[in-house]
């Protein structure tokens, strides 16, 4: 027993995965025949752009920080790309990065060269970003708007019916995110920086070059994962992403990347999506008022976090 | 570089900010107030009013989140647990006597002192960060409220709404207005100057310092976010006397708010540092912006962008002069 | 004539339908000739802040204020001290118990209504049903339920489950495909407005498709339309957010001291995809606009703009 | 705080610790720690770095509780759970981390330890600081002073048993000078202290007796006129303590002459710190900068590694002048720095391997794949070359301090430089490291790299050095070749003395 909590502490990716399945079989037990191969490509296709937004929370809060900006940049993002549409797809859609890459800009000048601590800072670009897309969106009811097909196909479809299109993005932003974070210059550094910054001054490196870079990256992701979004729901609306603000700090904090910086990865974050997702799930499906759900939600969220901590220890 | 002469080269840097902090506020909202007279003259007894009116709950979560903020937390769940006390003032009271009301109003904001302790308790407990737990238990408190009272609704006896809603002493001295003056001068002031204030800062800035000191911090902390708790009970209270019902959902926004509130009020979210008044003037400002929106006709929605850009530019203030600082 | 100042109270932001209402409120007021400005008071919020919101405007000058109220009793008192004023107040799309305020809105509980009764009907009486809520906690919410849960008794033979869409797009699908996944039989949908996201996660999920009731949305309209033939079968219950113009209109009516009912209630229709239907489908839908704007641009007899000026948004 | 039984009759036993033991997480700090004090002693504890001493002290003063252990006050069990119960009990100590809230001001700290401000100022007083502005936040307040400061408010609540964990590991020769006469006295009105030092000498002079900790078990007590060489015995466990007196002896200096020097600062200016210093360090030699606390070394090097500006003056390295705006642009011209506090400089939450490879991204071009292998055996270079100690590598804040610092030290090793710029590298290190670390920039030297090395005890200039400048007020008052550089030569200088009346020293 001794041994196998051991094992767990040495290695608490396998402790999630471990919880992972046990809220799979939890959902199988109590409902059995809902664990189908439609039920797991339909937590997979959902599971994806909370994990997007969480690969660009776990890049930021690895140096110590945070990102409150993300659903209002994903939000923005999917709006530019609907109300856009009309004038061609390819330019919606950079229109849309250009969106990320502006408040990534902004974030990362306030965050590293002005050391504004990020939870104000993105908490206000965040606020700045909402009101100027509802300014925006009132000059936008005659714009025609649409999802192009493609990103459509990117956010709803499936491959012989059963793989989720954008599980194949996603899997390409993680490979990308554990090279990274494991094998690159700039994946060390981002953990040094959270770990401590000034013995990266110290060491000659330049901080705010890191931290930008970062944010900006962060802000990228965000806007990709609003893409996705979209693509999913297939119209754009100014609440689009709000949902997703605390669940992706929520999936990055039960995959044990430290909020204080320095200490975890993206393995983690991926099966905290997985862990956030299937108890949405598990939750729809059970049949109590919707007080309880929430209670529920914020209780669970609450003892993994508890036990991870304690694991952890 | 030493612990020393990081410290020296900091202090300059601190000390302007400091200075920025504790003047910088006041001075805003002076300017903020003038240049609503200029741009409607007529603003009188009416408007101070709305604007009392307007921004009594915000200061309430204000000041809650500042003082949880001074003693080094975080608290995500302020608006759920105002919510809470909105509901369960609204459902008890709406058959209740006005003395009876008195009474209730008491004991809702020691079940907001509980809500509050119990945050501070499971941080302690559970040694997870402060934005982890109070974002879940937001979530538990918001569930909390919707058991109470599903739908908006429920009341408070006429003079009990008075309480908040009149204006007894003068017209241009809304209750709101003094209702905030006492919640905050009877509750925070005395105990800011008490060997507990003293505690709950030296906990924000250095716990094992505190600790050394013949704090403790653990204790210090549940009392930080009990006291918040407290806070969090009258504004949910300050809510039902002025809207004279509960809305399960109204305490949304006084989440976030409360923290740009504490930001602009020149609160270091690192603990340690700053006081309420900062906080409280900022949740008039804060409330005063919408209103200079509407009598100058520009679309409100331009407000959350100011807000966001108020955020963003006090913050940067003292952190353009650290910059200045370190260029020099 | 003097030209009157209007102001608009609002407090839910971002969302499609509450942007139109604003928009039909400028484009009547620019088409009615009669209003110097709009002065809009918009942002997210409860009772608290709509409060303060109607009291600036009250401030600014408006001799008429159109509320969407967040709160049927609570703005009561400042409400009355509009009027006190001689500020004309309409709320509309829900009501207030004010005695003093003009009420204009769509029926909600007759809205939730005539859709389940249609689906019951649909489905013979008999079969599994989902109830896509809106927000727990919201008026509108409430009344719909109410009215479904009214129609619900005549038909004993209909099991319901009930889920809280939120009111957003994502919540919505994941929730739907969910159900899709879990094998539960459903035989029918009635959404509170988010319909298209379920028509979308049926097509996605390559399952057959189940009535689905929904609102006037551009966007669920088109899918009537267009997938009736792979046999979507559903009805679109109008709920136009035009009631903001409308109420525009009433006000003026009553600064020009025309006599009108305190109340009105606009009674929802229900548009079904048979092919008598069909034709009222297509004349309505735009392929123009946002699939979660309604068609209804407008509120005969209260509203005198067109298409182009509610598009514009643009007040005087 | 619980009472217990009474344990021991001996009158003059006040505090008698027995077989406590104390572990974080995998690391042991403390197996078998004991310690007897008796009234009226001045008692040394003393051990290598990590033996357990502050852990001890905190473990006695019921920071945090024991995992097994018997603690008996005037032969009564006592249990404390918290500084301010033991305080209570007449047991008060002066931790080796400032314990003074940072934003608080001094007075408010008072009032917060429940310390009356008379009786603080009475003892500042003592210790001639009594012109501190007491309404100044902590934070403002030098390091140095801030111990004095800490001293005066444990002393202030009158403790029978003080407890003082390397309060002169950071302080001049003339404060720490200060603070012995206020212990002495402290100890001459009949109560007793447990004094922590590094400092062979200052052990020596005050403690009467002393217990040492090996590993985290009492090894014996002994009293301090015992040979140096005993105790250190005692703290290392006799191999390798001699191994460490082994080490080779100073090599003739190798400075090639006529070369450029690796580093030249001419009429270096840094606001009113520093004015018109001017030196020279060649290839191959070990430079040695001897001043007191506060004399403008820690801007000497600051400016000379990039962390600082210079106001006025030029540094060149080999013959070339440098434009410092970043430690980066030192770090490219050679001149790297060990900076005072090891935890500046390290990632305390990674691994021995990333934070010896931390400085080669600094560039742009690094920011992309890691060649792993390479990178690993530069690594295992350094750390070999280091011996560190790599039980712990996955993460080194569960090092000992000396192994820590030789992180830093390995860091700079693996990326290559010029220049070292070595800021008082052995402070709070036992000495069997010390020993190795003196060896080890001999080795640099040898191998014809520079060192410039800053030490606050003076003897270690003519054990390590080639040649010694002494800074004064922000000046250079002195240079002498390593041989004539005595500790009463050194000090003259270091108090501005060129001729032999007294001054005062600078505040
Ligand atoms: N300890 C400090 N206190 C105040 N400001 C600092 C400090 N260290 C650096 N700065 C200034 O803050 C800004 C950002 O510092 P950061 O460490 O992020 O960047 P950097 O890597 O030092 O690069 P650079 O100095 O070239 O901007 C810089 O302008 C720097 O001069
Ligand atoms: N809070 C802690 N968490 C983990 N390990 C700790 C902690 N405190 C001390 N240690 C470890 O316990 C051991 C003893 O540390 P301690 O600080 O007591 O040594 P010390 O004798 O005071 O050393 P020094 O002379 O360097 O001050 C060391 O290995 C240290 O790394
Ligand atoms: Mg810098
Ligand atoms: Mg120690």
Redesign the interface.
């Known amino acids: 027993m001794s041994k196998a909590l051991a094992l767990l502490r040495g290695h608490t990716i396998l402790a999630l995965v471990l919880l992972l399945a046990v809220f799979v079989l939890g959902i199988e037990i109590a409902r059995p025949g809902t664990v189908t191969p439609l039920w797991v490509s339909n937590a997979l296709l959902f599971a994806a752009p909370l994990a997007i937004l969480g690969a660009g929370q776990t890049l930021v809060m690895l140096t110590g920080g945070i990102d409150l900006s993300v659903a209002s940049v994903a939000t923005g993002s999917a709006y530019i790309l609907a109300t856009n549409a009309a004038s061609g797809d390819g330019f919606a859609l950079a229109l849309a990065l250009v969106l990320g890459l502006a408040v990534g800009i902004v974030n990362g000048l306030g965050v590293a060269v002005l050391r504004v601590q990020p939870l104000v800072m993105t908490l206000g670009t965040g606020l700045m970003v909402g009101g100027a897309m509802t300014v925006y969106s009132q000059y936008m009811l005659a714009s025609q708007p649409h999802v192009p097909a493609m990103i459509q196909t990117l956010g709803a479809g499936k491959l012989i019916g059963l793989i989720p299109v954008d599980l194949f993005l996603w899997a390409a932003i993680a490979a990308l995110m554990l090279f990274t974070l494991h094998r690159t210059g700039f994946g060390r550094l981002l953990y040094a920086v959270g770990d401590n910054r000034e013995a990266c001054h110290l060491a000659g490196i330049r901080v705010w070059r890191v931290l930008f870079l970062d944010y900006v990256l962060c802000a990228l992701l965000a806007a990709i994962a609003g893409l996705v979004l979209v693509g999913g729901t297939n119209a754009a609306d100014l609440s689009l992403a709000d949902v997703y603000l605390l669940p992706s700090v929520a999936c990055v904090i039960i995959g044990g990347t430290s909020i204080f910086g320095g200490r975890g990865g993206y393995a983690g974050t991926i099966v905290g999506a997985l862990i956030l997702t299937v108890l949405t799930s598990i939750l729809t499906l059970l049949d109590v008022p919707e007080p309880v759900k929430q209670i529920l939600y914020g209780a669970i969220i609450l003892s993994l976090a508890a036990a991870y901590a304690r694991l952890t220890a | 570089m030493s612990a020393a002469n990081k410290m020296e080269a900091s202090s300059a840097a601190h000390s302007l900010s400091r200075y920025l902090r504790a003047t910088g506020m006041p001075l805003l909202f002076l300017a903020s107030i003038l240049a609503t007279l200029a741009i409607h003259r007529d603003f009188g007894a009416f408007d101070v009013q709305s604007l009392a009116l307007g921004a009594l709950p915000l200061a309430m979560a204000a000041t809650a989140q500042a003082i949880v903020v001074i003693s080094g937390g975080i608290d995500l769940s302020v608006g759920s647990m105002i919510a809470v006390a909105n509901v369960l003032s609204a459902s008890l009271m709406q058959h209740a006597s006005f003395r009876q009301s008195l009474g209730l109003a008491v004991l809702i904001i020691l079940v907001g002192a509980v809500q509050g302790a119990i945050n501070g308790t499971l941080i302690v407990l559970s040694r997870i960060p402060d934005i982890v737990v109070t974002l879940t238990t937001g979530f538990i408190w918001g569930g909390v409220a919707l058991l109470i009272l599903e739908r908006p609704g429920g009341g408070a006896p006429s003079d009990f709404l008075e309480i908040g809603a009149g204006a007894d002493l003068s017209p241009v001295l809304p209750n709101a207005l003094l209702l905030l003056i006492v919640a905050v001068g009877v509750i925070w002031v005395p105990i800011r100057s008490s060997r507990l204030g003293l505690s709950l800062y030296a906990t924000g800035s250095d716990p094992i310092a505190a600790f050394r000191s013949g704090v403790d911090p653990r204790l210090a902390r549940i009392l930080a976010y009990g006291l918040g708790g407290v806070f969090c009970g009258i504004g949910g209270v300050a809510l039902t006397m002025t809207t004279g019902i509960g809305a399960p959902l109204a305490g949304a926004y006084y989440t976030l708010s409360s923290v740009a509130a504490v930001v602009i009020g020149g609160v270091s979210l690192n603990g340690g540092r700053g006081g309420v008044l900062g906080p409280v003037l900022a949740a008039l400002l804060l409330t005063l912006l919408p209103m200079d929106l509407i009598f100058l006709n520009i679309d409100p929605n331009y407000g959350q962008v100011i807000q966001g850009t108020l955020i963003v530019l006090v913050v940067m203030i003292g952190g353009f002069a650290a910059f200045m600082q370190g260029r020099s | 004539a003097d030209k009157y100042v209007v ?1 608009v109270s609002n407090t839910l ?4 339908w509450r ?2 209402m ?2 039909s409120i400028k484009a009547e007021a620019e088409a009615s000739g009669l209003v110097s ?1 709009v ?11 709509q ?3 109607i ?6 000058g408006a001799n008429a204020i159109i509320i969407n109220p ?5 703005l ?2 400042v409400i009355k001290q509009a009027v006190d004023k001689g500020i004309v107040v309409v709320a509309v799309d829900q009501a207030v118990s004010a005695p003093e305020a003009y009420v204009l809105t769509n029926d909600q509980v007759a809205y939730a209504k005539v859709g389940a009764k249609w689906l019951f009907d649909k489905l013979g009486g008999k079969g599994n049903v989902v109830e896509m809520r809106g ?5 509108a ?2 009344d719909r339920h109410q009215g479904f849960t009214e129609v619900l008794k005549d038909y004993p033979d209909i099991k319901v ?1 009930s ?2 869409s ?1 009111w ?8 739907t ?8 039989p459903i035989d029918g949908v009635w959404t509170s407005g988010i319909d ?2 379920v028509v ?1 996660a049926y097509k ?3 399952k057959p498709f189940v009535p689905v009731v929904g609102a006037d949305n551009n ?1 669920f309209i088109g899918q009537l339309i267009d997938l009736k033939s792979q046999g979507l079968s559903g009805a679109a219950v109008s709920n136009p957010p035009a009631v903001g113009g409308a109420g525009l209109g009433l006000a003026l009516d009553v600064l020009q001291k025309k006599e009108h009912p305190h109340v009105v209630k606009i009674t929802p229709v229900v548009w079904d995809n048979s092919d008598a239907g069909l034709v009222k489908l297509k004349a309505a839908y735009n ?7 309604s068609v209804a641009i407008d509120v005969k007899p209260y509203t005198q703009y067109n298409m182009d000026q ?4 643009k007040g005087p | 705080m619980q009472n217990g039984r009474p344990v021991s009759a001996d009158e003059n036993l006040l505090l008698r610790v027995t077989g406590v033991a104390k572990r974080f997480g995998s690391v042991i700090a403390l197996r078998a720690a004991g310690l007897e004090l008796h009234a009226g002693e001045i008692h040394a504890l003393m051990g290598a770095n990590g033996a357990g001493k502050s852990t001890l002290v905190k473990v006695i003063t019921g920071e945090f509780p024991a995992d097994a252990g018997e603690l008996a006050v005037a032969g009564a069990v006592s249990v404390f759970r918290s500084p301010a119960e033991a305080r209570r009990a007449g047991i008060v100590s002066v931790y080796q981390d400032p314990a003074l809230v940072p934003d608080l001001t001094i007075a408010q700290n008072m009032r917060l330890a429940r310390v009356p401000l008379e009786a603080v100022r009475d003892v500042m007083r003592e210790l001639g600081i009594e012109r501190l502005d007491l309404t100044r936040r902590a934070r403002e307040i030098d390091y140095p002073h801030l111990r004095l400061i800490d001293l005066s408010r444990a002393l202030a609540s009158k403790p029978r048993i003080l407890i003082l964990d390397e309060i002169t590991a950071a302080l001049p020769a003339d404060l720490s000078e200060r603070v012995f006469a206020v212990v002495r006295d402290w100890r001459r009105r009949g109560h007793s202290v447990i004094f922590i030092s590094h400092r062979m000498a200052e052990v020596a002079a005050l403690a009467d007796r002393a217990t040492i900790l090996r590993d985290g078990v009492t090894v014996g007590v002994t009293s301090t006129r015992d040979a140096e060489e005993k105790i250190v015995d005692m703290m290392l466990g006799a191999e390798v303590a001699k191994a460490a007196a082994e080490a080779p002896p100073r090599a003739a200096a190798g400075i090639i002459r006529g070369a450029a020097p690796a580093l030249e600062v001419r009429d270096l200016g840094f606001g009113h710190t520093l004015s018109g210093v001017s030196f020279r360090l060649g290839v191959g030699e070990i430079l040695g900068v001897a001043a007191l606390e506060g004399q403008g070394q820690q801007e000497l090097f600051d400016c000379i590694a990039g962390v600082r500006r210079a106001a006025s003056g030029e540094i060149l390295a080999n013959g070339r002048a440098l434009e410092l705006r970043h430690p980066a642009d030192a770090i490219r011209a050679g001149l790297v720095l060990v900076p005072a506090n090891r935890l500046h400089a390290l990632l305390p939450q990674r691994s021995i391997r990333e934070n010896v490879a931390l400085s080669s991204f600094a560039t742009f071009r690094a920011w992309g794949p890691i060649t792993m292998r390479a990178e690993r055996k530069r690594v295992e270079n350094a750390v070999e070359r280091l011996s560190i100690d790599r039980r712990a590598s996955a993460e080194v804040r569960r090092l000992s301090g000396g192994n820590q610092q030789k992180v830093v030290i390995a860091r700079w090793l693996a990326s290559g430089f010029r220049t070292l710029l070595c800021f008082d590298p052995t402070r709070g290190i036992d000495i069997g490291t010390k020993r190795q670390i003196y060896a080890l920039l001999r080795e640099i030297a040898a191998q014809g790299a520079s060192v410039l090395l800053f030490t606050s005890e003076l003897p270690e200039i003519r054990l390590a050095c080639d040649r010694a400048i002494v800074l004064f007020a922000g000046r250079i008052t002195a240079e002498m070749p390593a041989a004539e550089a005595d500790e009463a030569h050194l000090l003259r200088a270091a108090h501005g003395l060129t001729a032999a009346e007294p001054a005062e020293a600078p505040a």
């Open positions: 102001g932001i971002g969302n499609g942007e139109e604003i928009c400005k002065i809009v008071a918009n942002r997210n919020g409860g009772p608290s802040e409060i303060a919101d009291r600036n405007l009250i401030s600014a967040s709160d049927r009793d609570a009561n008192p927000i727990d906690g919201v008026p919410d409430a489950v889920v809280f939120g957003a797009l994502n919540k919505t699908a994941q929730e495909k969910d159900l899709l996944a879990s094998g539960k298209s996201t979308d996605t999920a390559q966007g392929p123009k606009l946002d699939p979660f704007y509610i598009l514009a948004c």
